[in-house]
T-cell receptor
Framework: DAKTTQPPSMDCAEGRAANLPCNHS???????VYWYRQIHSQGPQYIIH???NNETNEMASLIITEDRKSSTLILPHATLRDTAVYYC??????????????FGAGTQVVVTP | DGGITQSPKYLFRKEGQNVTLSCEQN?????MYWYRQDPGQGLRLIYY???????QKGDIAEGYSVSREKKESFPLTVTSAQKNPTAFYLC????????????FGPGTRLTVT
């Protein structure tokens, strides 16, 4: 069963901010939200993760709502190289105590000149 | 440079043949993973290994086998029992099985005819 819901695609103009939404209404209190991206025909790349506070690094910002049922990944100044599929993942914590990443279909982001 | 290598990038086999995909990492990571990706879909976990000489089935292990005799190597064998082996195969590693970031290799695209 799906843990996250993302729009299948979105476009963004180069130089503008890209705001990628993700719904995770069934998230548990100890589950983190992770974002990865996958450029065509390459392996995925970690972007950022968070529990309940907003996070920022050199690639992006992650905004998590207070009820933790949704989040937004922000690419502050999108470039053509940001064209990729972006995956929002809620980290599963099964009883055997290891964290598995469950990848859905993601959002295809196309940055246009 | 530290990283994960997968070889070859493209692999072609006849139906009924077993084939082994290579995955090597020099990151000194304990955990390693194999994922499968079909066109337009997210990644699905085949097998994972938390430590040398130990590995566990993921969500779609049927028709696949692995070994973990060395820390840096985690080869995947696609057997003739796998009904739909044509796919993009991705290997990943992480410092430990509960670390937040998985590092992915470039992938091997397997075509079986």
């Amino acid at each position: 069963d799906a843990k996250t819901t993302q729009p299948p695609s979105m476009d963004c103009a180069e130089g503008r901010a890209a705001n990628l939404p993700c719904n995770h209404s069934t998230i548990s209190g100890n589950e983190y939200v992770y974002w990865y991206r996958q450029i065509h025909s390459q392996g995925p790349q970690y972007i950022i993760h968070g529990l309940k506070n907003n996070e920022t690094n050199e690639m992006a910002s992650l905004i998590i709502t207070e009820d933790r049922k949704s989040s937004t990944l922000i690419l502050p100044h999108a470039t053509l190289r940001d064209t990729a599929v972006y995956y929002c993942i809620v980290r599963v914590e099964p009883t055997d105590s290891w964290g598995k990443l469950q990848f859905g279909a993601g959002t295809q982001v196309v940055v246009t000149p | 440079d530290g990283g994960i290598t997968q070889s070859p990038k493209y692999l072609f086999r006849k139906e009924g043949q077993n084939v082994t995909l290579s995955c090597e990492q020099n990151l000194n990571h304990d955990a390693m993973y194999w994922y499968r990706q079909d066109p337009g879909q997210g990644l699905r976990l085949i097998y994972y290994s938390q430590i040398v000489n130990d590995f566990q089935k993921g969500d779609i292990a049927e028709g696949y086998s692995v070994s973990r005799e060395k820390k840096e190597s985690f080869p995947l064998t696609v057997t003739s029992a796998q009904k739909n082996p044509t796919a993009f195969y991705l290997c990943a590693s992480s410092i430990s099985s509960d670390s937040y970031e998985q590092y992915f290799g470039p992938g091997t695209r397997l075509t079986v005819t």
